[in-house]
């Protein structure tokens, strides 16, 4: 049974738009969130965090935000560039340290 | 520092047979993370070792598979004997203690 769903599995947007991914998690015990960032043939990087007691983390163009009553978060990217272009997967942590992740969406950004 | 390190990077064999993938973690970090992704459900947990210890290893498929950590440099998946359900992309991943984990560049397996 997925905790961390990400529904849609792919998502094109304009160069210098922006970029919104999503994800759902059911696990009311997960306090930490993370976006992950994959490009084929590569391992997934890490891009960016989120604490349960905050609502935004912002890092330069990557903001995620955090909605803990509806068990949802969001990526926001802007501007997006043909660099973004990746495969982006959730994933959630309780104290301990093992990581739930999502299915993934294709993020593809048009030049 | 290298990162982690997967061997081998591809893998074609034939069902039945024994494979055998391993992983070097980026020195100092505390835990030890094996991942299988697929398109259906994306990247699965099979096994986590902490200091060595395996801790949690009930994403692991079946009795076919099993990990091992013999000291804090190395670690294996071994899959005997392969089926053609075992293709996929297996991360391994090394984090310090509580934080972020970092990813391998992954080990493409393909079982006929």
Redesign the interface.
């Known amino acids: 049974d997925?905790q961390v769903k990400?529904n849609s599995p792919s998502l094109s947007v304009q160069e210098g738009r922006i970029s919104i991914l999503n994800c759902d998690y059911t696990n009311s015990m997960f306090d930490y969130f993370?976006w992950?960032k994959k490009y084929p043939?590569?391992?997934?990087?890490?891009l960016i965090?989120i604490s349960s007691i905050k609502d935004k983390n912002e890092d330069g163009r990557f903001t995620v935000f955090l909605n803990k009553s509806a068990k949802h978060l969001s990526l926001h990217i802007v501007p997006s560039q043909p660099g973004d272009s990746a495969v982006y997967?959730c994933?959630a942590q309780t104290?301990?340290?093992?990581?739930?992740?999502?299915?993934?969406t294709r993020l593809t950004v048009i030049p | 520092d290298a990162g982690?390190i997967q061997s081998p990077r591809h893998e074609v064999t034939e069902m039945g047979q024994e494979v055998t993938l391993r992983c070097k973690p980026i020195s100092g970090h505390n835990?030890l993370?094996w991942?299988r992704q697929t398109m259906?459900?994306?990247?699965?947990?099979l096994i986590?070792f902490?200091n060595n210890v395996p801790?949690?290893d009930s994403g692991m498929p079946e009795d076919r598979f099993s990990a091992k950590m013999p000291n804090a440099s190395f670690s294996t998946l071994k899959i005997q004997p392969s089926e053609p359900r075992d293709s996929a992309v297996y991360?391994c991943?090394s984090?310090p203690?509580?934080n972020?984990?970092?990813?391998?560049?992954?080990t493409r397996l393909t079982v006929l």
Request: no cysteine; aromatic share 24%.
């Open positions: 997925q990400q993370l992950y043939a590569e391992g997934p990087t890490f965090s997967f994933a104290g301990a340290n093992n990581l739930f992740f999502g299915t993934g | 982690v835990s993370f991942y259906m459900r994306g990247l699965e947990l986590y902490n801790i949690d991360f991943a984090s203690q509580y972020e984990q970092f990813f391998g560049p992954g």
